[in-house]
């Protein structure tokens, strides 16, 4: 399992605040992989703004709470295959999940012009609470270097103090098919 204790994390449905503060990044209508989505509340929040969402979880109970937002899969994808080889999606989201080995296909499934958004738990958490296992908590830039072929929009590693908690949380962009010569603009706020 690739956290220790994530249920009061996913209290409620609402959108994580880095979510939702980068949405704006994702194309309109592109399509959305939550990985890891829990009670679906990132499925449910792109759905509502017109996505087209795909979830993979473990949990069976997941899958039923989740399927009302999009399309979900049910997979253990720490010790099976990566259900989604040689796909890729408009955004990729992840949040209060880490598992190493699965880094290289989350990044690998965000498209050209896509958006990686990704925010868990770091070192640090381990002296305030949950999860505490150094297999949990990222490492300082780990998140940067396993973005390292994005374009990085937006970058934090630090303390919350509401819930208390070490995070490290990603805003990157895959870079498109731009022909024009110009530079890709990424607001830095929604509109």
Same mark, same amino acid.
């Given at each position: 399992?690739a956290?220790?204790?994530?249920a009061?994390?996913?209290a409620g449905?609402?959108?994580s605040?880095?979510i939702?503060?980068?949405?704006?990044l994702?194309?309109p209508g592109a399509?959305?992989?939550?990985?890891?989505?829990?009670?679906g509340?990132?499925?449910?929040?792109?759905?509502?703004?017109g996505?087209?969402v795909?979830?993979?979880?473990?949990s069976?109970?997941?899958?039923?709470?989740?399927?009302?937002?999009?399309r979900?899969v049910?997979?253990? *994808?720490?010790s099976?295959p990566?259900?989604f080889?040689?796909?890729v999606f408009?955004?990729?989201?992840?949040?209060?999940?880490?598992?190493?080995?699965r880094?290289?296909? *989350?990044v690998?499934?965000?498209a050209?012009?896509g958006?990686?958004?990704?925010?868990t738990?770091?070192?640090?958490?381990?002296t305030?609470?949950?999860?505490?296992?150094?297999?949990?908590?990222l490492?300082?830039g780990?998140?940067l270097a396993?973005?390292?072929?994005?374009r990085?929009?937006?970058?934090?590693?630090?303390?919350?103090a509401?819930p208390?908690?070490?995070?490290?949380?990603i805003?990157?962009v895959?870079?498109g098919?731009?022909?024009?010569?110009?530079?890709e603009?990424?607001l830095l706020r929604?509109?």
């Open positions: 399992m956290t220790e204790d994530t009061a994390s996913h449905l609402a959108a605040e880095w939702a503060r980068w949405s704006h994702l194309a399509a959305v992989l939550d990985v890891a989505y829990g009670q509340r990132h499925m449910q929040w792109f759905a509502g703004r996505h087209a795909t979830g993979v979880d473990r069976t109970e997941a899958t039923e709470a989740a399927s009302a937002f999009g979900t049910t997979a253990d *994808i720490e099976g990566w259900p080889a040689g796909r408009g955004a990729v989201v992840v949040t209060n999940y880490l598992w190493r080995p880094l290289a296909d *989350i690998a499934a965000v050209p012009g958006v990686l958004l990704y925010e738990f770091a070192a640090g958490n381990e305030v609470g949950k999860p505490s296992r150094p297999d949990f908590l490492q300082p780990e998140l396993a973005c390292r072929e994005l990085v929009v937006a970058y934090e590693n630090g303390f919350l509401e208390e908690r070490f995070v490290q949380r805003a990157a895959r870079a098919n731009a022909a024009s010569g110009q530079p603009r990424h929604g509109n």
